[in-house]
């Protein structure tokens, strides 16, 4: 696949994942930010902490094309953001006792905390028995905090198709609609995809190197990952406590998984069939980061 169709499915496919955004709205919390504010209900009692230091992809931006988080560089430096995570949290501690860094249970029921070095160098902070927004002020006036951030619950919600777009013409140009998104990796963070699902079918699909990942019950060729991400203090409801959702789990993260990446099959709906269906790189492989689940509380945001 050349750079220039490749960029071009790339586009492709955020747009047709981002055409309707999710209902919710997100900006940073300081002191001289005028950030928008969620509609009441709408947020956690969390918050997301950003620090000084830039994160490994824009510390390494402009050096390469492509980010190998496995070299001696990135990990050196992923190291560098561990330490100063580490001194943030000593001082955390001090400043609020009963705050700690937050934690999501895994696709093993273990607990991991909530920090980000990559993309985002910071973390999930849980104030404890201080009040969100005393606990916000507090944070802010801490060394090396670049901005709080409220932790905005998000729904999911998409319209949306490969014609809208104009993906025919870009698997045309990539040698047909079969062979588009060859080798790429997309991620799910949605609902949890289900290795079952017809457009999920693994047959004739190898693992790439380093997979598959995750709980490999639910991995199949076609989904090379699948990890969970459950709110310890909102868990799932019985039965949707599963990598994929259960009979009473969202379906969106299928349906939109199936719009990025889903094979090409044909579907009959009310007794019309519609063939050559597709998501937008059906030869892609998908990693499924399951995030939207139905609650013991009857709540499916994140």
């Known amino acids: 696949m050349s750079r220039r169709f490749g960029g071009i499915l790339g586009l492709l496919l955020a747009i047709v994942l981002v055409i309707a955004p999710a209902v919710s709205g997100q900006g940073p919390v300081s002191p001289t930010a005028d950030a928008p504010r ?14 000084d230091s830039p994160p490994l992809v824009a510390r390494l931006a402009g050096a390469a094309t492509q980010i190998d988080v496995r070299s001696a560089s990135a990990q050196d430096y992923l190291d560098a953001l561990s330490a100063e995570q580490e001194m943030f949290v000593a001082t955390l501690q001090a400043a609020l006792p009963t705050a700690q860094v937050a934690t999501f249970l895994n696709e093993h029921g273990q607990p991991e905390e909530a920090r980000y070095r990559v993309t985002l ?48 013409a870009v698997w045309e140009a990539l040698g047909g609609q079969e062979a588009a998104g ?10 949890g995809l289900h290795k079952d699902a017809p457009m999920f079918d693994g047959t004739g699909y190898q693992y790439p190197s380093g997979y598959p990942k995750g709980l490999t019950e639910n991995t199949n060729g076609k989904i ?29 993260g299928t349906h939109t998984g199936s719009i990025a990446a889903g094979d090409v099959v044909t579907a009959s709906y009310l007794g019309i069939e519609f ?28």
């Open 38 to 51: 969620a509609p009441a209900g709408r947020t956690s009692h969390r918050l997301i902490v950003e620090l």
């Open 182 to 191: 060859a080798g790429i990796k997309i991620a799910s963070m949605d609902g």
């Open 275 to 302: 063939p050559n269906m597709s998501g937008v790189a059906p030869k892609a492989y998908l990693m499924s980061y399951r995030v939207f689940y139905q609650s013991v509380s009857v709540v499916g945001s994140l």
């Open 121 to 168: 160098n910071g973390m999930a902070v849980d104030p404890g028995d201080v009040d969100p927004a005393v606990a916000r002020r507090a944070l802010e006036r801490l060394p090396g905090v670049r901005a709080v951030y409220l932790d905005y619950a998000y729904t999911p919600t998409l319209y949306s198709s490969t014609e809208v777009i104009g993906a025919p």
């Open 224 to 252: 090379i990952a699948s990890r969970v991400y459950f709110r310890p203090w909102d868990p799932p409801a019985p039965g949707d406590d599963n990598p994929w959702p259960g009979e009473l789990g969202t379906p969106h």
